[in-house]
Structure formats: C-alpha cells, structure tokens
C-alpha cells in the first residue's frame, strides 16, 4: 500500500506567456490521457533522503517550467473533437509518497501490474478535462530500503511524444543535481511547423494507417477481442541471441546494397512471427503490424533535436496471411517492418499524413484511443489480434536520469495499451542485451512465450 505524504502544486518560478498554445494537427492525433513511466533507483552507495530529494526536485521543477510553462497549463475541447491548449499556469503536480512493501515486492515492474500502478499518480479521468494537470510526478520511498525510491511520471500525450518527454525529465534531472542546461538543451517549442494550413498543396497519399485493420476471418468487429484478457511480461535477449536473430533476418533476404537489418526489424519480425504462431490461425489469416516513426529528422528541413512536441508518424506493414508470416524466413517479416518505416520516412508523405489529420471533420475517429477494461469500441485503435502493434525505444536516453543520486537501476512504462504490443527497449545493464515489455491475450501467452525461446 502507498500513502502519500505530501502534495504540491507546482508552478514557473518566473512569469511565464499566458495565452493559448498552438498544438500541431501531430498533437490532436495522439491520445489526450497521460503516458506514464517509472523510475526504480537502489544505489547501495548513496545515503538518500527523500525528503530533501523531493525539495530538491520540487525546486528545480519550478525552474524548468519556466521553460516548459506549457506543462503547466491546461487543454479544453473544441469543435470536431480537437483539442485546444490553455497556458494559464495553473500548475504541474509533485507528489511525495510512501510504501508499505519492500522493493522486492514489487518484482520485476512489468507494466499494467496492480503494484506498479500505486507508484504513479493517480489520475481521474471523469473529471472536467481543463481541470486535469498534465505533467504529474511521484516520489514513492520503498519500506526498509534506505536507499531504494521510485519515481512515477504522467505526462500528457498531446504535450509530447516520448523522445520529447525524456529529453524533459533529463533536464529536470540535470538541474535537480545542481547543474545548469546549455542553450541547445533549452526546448523548442514552435509547432507551427507542423501546422496543415502553412503547408504546400499536395496530392494526398493513400493513407493505409488510417484504415480498420483486419478482422479474425468469419468476424464482422473486434468487440469479442477486445473483451479477451491481456497479460504484461518481460523478455531478455542477450547481445548474442539479438545478433543471432538480425543474422536469421538476412537469410533468403539479403542484398549486396541493402543495408543489414537493425535490431528493431529483426526483433520485432520474431515477435510478429511468434504471435502468430502462438494464436494458431487459419494460414489465410490476414495480419499486419502497426508502429510509429520518430519523424524529427524524416522533415524538411529537420526539426532541431531540442523540438518539445509530438513528432510522430503512425504506420502499418502491408497485410500479409498467418501463413507466410510462419513459413517463410524470418526476413519475410523483417521486411515487411522496413517497408512500412519507410513509407513514412519522407517529406511529402508526413506532410500529406497530416493533410489527412487536418481534413477530419471528427478526431475521434482517428485518434488514438485510452482504453481501460470495460470500454470496447470498434474502431480504429485496437491493433490486437489478429495483428500487433511494435514499439522501439532503444534510441532514447532513459537511463540518464540522474537527480543526484545515481542513474536509475530500472526504466519502464508503467502501462501499457492492453492488447496485442511488443515494446522493444534497452537493458539497463548496458552491455546490449534487450528487454521485450510484452502485452498479448492470456489464453496465447504461453505459446508466444514457447515460440519466443524455441524459434532463436
């Protein structure tokens, strides 16, 4: 059980622009509710008080907003479902807890566990949407480890993506320390270069991500595979078994100028292939894999690596059967995977995407969905089976996070979509070995988990 000690409302220690934000027709797509993210630290070699952490942090997190003062503001709703950016600095939310159980009881963090969810702050989601924060942090100090704390994040999806969000709490970390940001830290905050009305006429792509993915053949929705329930675990690969599954990639696949397949391809095919597997499916079965694409330097010109927003691309493989997915080699799917990066790794087609976002009379047809058990709906947001969703974030700086008492022993999201997703993200121990946060249908979890070590 945690309980917390302490609240505070924190806001910009300097005068901040009170006025509305411009969010970007990238920001309206995305899911308005918070991502949430946890940090574990266990350092045996520093003294930590927790309260003097969370002043410390609490004053630093004043500064920064000076900078990030839209954090501190609040969204409100507009015509079509769109989403409109108040900065009236009403504040972001720090929270100083404590828990009853040891950190040992928490395990392993895997996302989505009852545990994890106590170590992050709690949001209300029936509440009045212009009253709700949308940065929140929590301290939460674990019981009988003097040196053991976590720190949970909230962050609203429409104030940033996730390279954003760790470029933020970096910062904040880095000024927590005692030390001070260079300029190019600094973020940029102009989203109008991502604003539909100033872009050039183009003829619009057709957008395949945008469309209802397939269905279970003999289906006409996916209400019944949304109602399945979902698990959340973790798989290590070690440096050797991720080399091993890029050189299976290349087999019946391989080209003298094609550059070899990256981690994320190789993996991501093995666990597109594993699912498949696991749900034992017709071999005509249609299946495709959904991701999304940092598109900060796909941009022209590209956007400084400073930029504090959403910049992101959704996309879809080309469908595929069950069938080919399983008996052909691995890089059948790897392929697939890079074909669909690539399709939005390019100026004209971002542009044309949110040419697309823009024309939508209402978002919520596109946008992608917070679901929580007990809200089915049958629409585009649900990627689950007979299809997956992949997710990277092996590029990001997770483990920087230092606010003075050593960097973090474990990074990990708190909650994950609950259907159908593999999230592919880096090690803490830094020697290239990899962690798989799998979310997938109880019913298949042990066959997916079965075809995972058998098929490296």
């Not at 050797?240 to 070899?260: C, D, F, W």
């Amino acid at each position: 059980m945690v309980s917390i000690i302490a609240s505070y409302v924190v806001i910009p220690k300097e005068e901040t622009p009170k006025s509305l934000f411009f969010l970007s027709e990238n920001d309206q797509m995305w899911r308005w509710s918070h991502a949430t993210t946890i940090y574990v630290y266990n350092n045996n070699n520093n003294n930590v008080n927790v309260n003097e952490l969370v002043q410390r942090m609490r004053e630093s997190l004043s500064h920064i907003l000076v900078h990030y003062y839209p954090l501190c503001g609040r969204l409100n709703w507009t015509e079509g479902g769109r989403l409109r950016m108040d900065c009236n600095a009403k504040g972001a939310i720090l929270l100083q807890a404590q828990s009853t159980k040891s950190i040992h009881e928490y395990g392993d963090f895997s996302p989505n566990d009852d545990n994890i969810k106590e170590l992050i702050p709690k949001l209300d989601y029936s509440q009045p949407i212009d009253d709700m924060p949308l940065f929140l942090a929590q301290v939460t100090k674990f019981h009988g480890d003097g040196n053991a704390f976590a720190i949970g994040i909230a962050i609203s999806h429409t104030m940033s993506d996730g390279v954003s969000s760790i470029h933020f709490i970096n910062s904040w970390a880095k000024l927590t320390r005692g030390d001070t940001l260079d300029p190019n830290e600094l973020p940029f905050l102009d989203r109008t270069v991502f604003t539909a009305s100033s872009l050039p006429a183009l003829r619009c792509f057709d957008h395949p991500e945008f469309n209802p993915p397939p269905l279970i053949l003999g289906r006409t929705d996916n209400i019944e595979e949304q109602k399945k329930k979902t698990r959340a675990t973790m798989l290590k690969l070690t440096a050797k078994q991720v080399q091993e599954l890029k050189q299976n990639a290349t087999i019946g696949y391989s080209e003298s100028h094609q550059r070899p397949y990256s981690r994320f391809e190789a993996i991501g095919a093995h666990i597109w292939r594993c699912a498949c597997k696991a749900r034992e499916q017709d071999k005509n079965q249609p299946t495709l894999a959904k991701t999304v694409v940092d598109i900060r330097n796909k941009v022209n010109p590209p956007l400084p690596k400073n930029y504090f927003g959403n910049a992101l691309a959704n996309t879809v493989t080309s469908t595929c059967c069950v069938g080919d997915i399983i008996s052909k080699p691995l890089g059948y799917a790897a392929k697939k995977i890079r074909e669909a990066v690539e399709r939005v790794s390019n100026d004209k087609y971002i542009r044309s995407q949110l040419q697309f976002v823009a024309r939508q009379e209402r978002m919520d047809m596109i946008r992608t969905q917070f679901f929580e058990r007990g809200e089915y709906r049958a629409n585009l947001s649900f990627f689950g089976n007979p299809n997956i969703t992949l997710g990277s974030w092996m590029r990001m700086p997770v483990y920087e996070a230092d606010f003075g008492w050593g960097k973090p022993d474990y990074f990990g999201p708190a909650y994950v979509s609950p259907f159908d997703i593999g999230i592919v993200t880096l090690s803490p121990e830094g020697d290239g070995s990899i962690v798989v946060l799998l979310c997938f249908q109880i019913e298949h979890m042990h066959n997916f988990i079965k075809h995972f070590w058998d098929n490296l």
